[in-house]
């Protein structure tokens, strides 16, 4: 199972938006609702941001939003700000086949 | 609050095994499974598999079939995860993760990370 494929850069200034995209298949992303979101600051664990496709736990702000279209799953930050500088990864259920798991390759998030 | 630690770092020799621990609070443990993530150094995320911590179910990344085996112990809230005959690429961090939702599909939140080092 290859990993899905997110661009790996993107950058905004404080205030911007920017929106990152997730590339899969009709085997995973495009197959079901099941696209989560992670953040990662370096040297720290990964800290969930929205789940099934775009819902978001409960003290991730507002300003994080996701959404899917066919095989293409997105997360947006808007009003962004210097602290959601980080690498964030998707990943979604790829079949039940095996049960497994597949996550994106990481998008370095740049707040210029 | 919902806690997952870690067992320390650990260097091994190729060919060699490891068990690293998960140790829960804060939730009821039966009622969750846990994911295991890994993450060579400088790259991406890697899901390994999971375990059901209410019946003792598992499901494992199809490369490391063979290899690895997920267990929990639900008197002290622990879950293992042990990699056997270890290859230098197996150098990663391994992260524990609480899993939730339909067959376990996301991730919250996450332990600390081990490092595990393959070398002779």
């Known amino acids: 199972q290859s990993a899905l494929t997110q661009p790996p850069s993107a950058s905004g200034s404080p205030g911007q938006s920017v929106t990152i995209s997730c590339t899969g298949t009709s085997s995973d992303v495009g197959g079901y609702n099941y696209v989560s979101w992670y953040q990662q600051h370096p040297g720290k664990a990964p800290k969930l941001m929205i789940y099934?496709?775009?819902k978001r736990p409960s003290g991730v702000p507002d300003r994080f939003s996701g959404s899917k279209s066919g095989n293409t799953a997105s997360l947006t930050v808007s009003g962004l700000q210097a602290e959601d500088e980080a690498d964030y990864y998707c990943?979604?259920?790829?079949?039940?086949?095996?049960?497994?798991?597949?996550f994106g390759t990481g998008t370095k998030v740049t707040v210029l | 609050q919902v806690q997952l630690v870690q067992s320390g770092a650990e260097v091994k020799k190729p060919g060699a095994s490891v068990k690293v621990s998960c140790k829960a609070s804060?939730?009821?443990?039966?009622?969750?499974?846990i994911s295991w993530v890994r993450q060579a150094p400088g790259q991406g995320l890697e899901w390994m598999g999971w375990?059901?911590?209410?019946?003792?179910?598992?499901n494992y990344a199809q490369k490391l079939q063979g290899r690895v085996t997920m267990t929990t112990d639900t008197s002290t809230s622990t879950a293992y995860m042990e990699l056997r005959s270890l290859r230098s690429d197996d150098t990663a961090v391994y992260y524990c993760?609480?899993?939730?939702?339909?067959?376990?599909?996301?991730?919250?939140?996450w332990g600390q990370g081990t490092l595990v080092t393959v070398s002779s």
């Open positions: 804060g939730y009821t443990f039966t009622s969750y499974g």
């Open positions: 993760a609480r899993a939730s939702g339909w067959n376990y599909n996301w991730f919250d939140p």
């Open positions: 375990i059901s911590a209410y019946n003792g179910n598992t």
């Open positions: 990943s979604s259920y790829a079949g039940s086949n095996n049960f497994f798991y597949v």
């Open positions: 099934e496709v775009s």
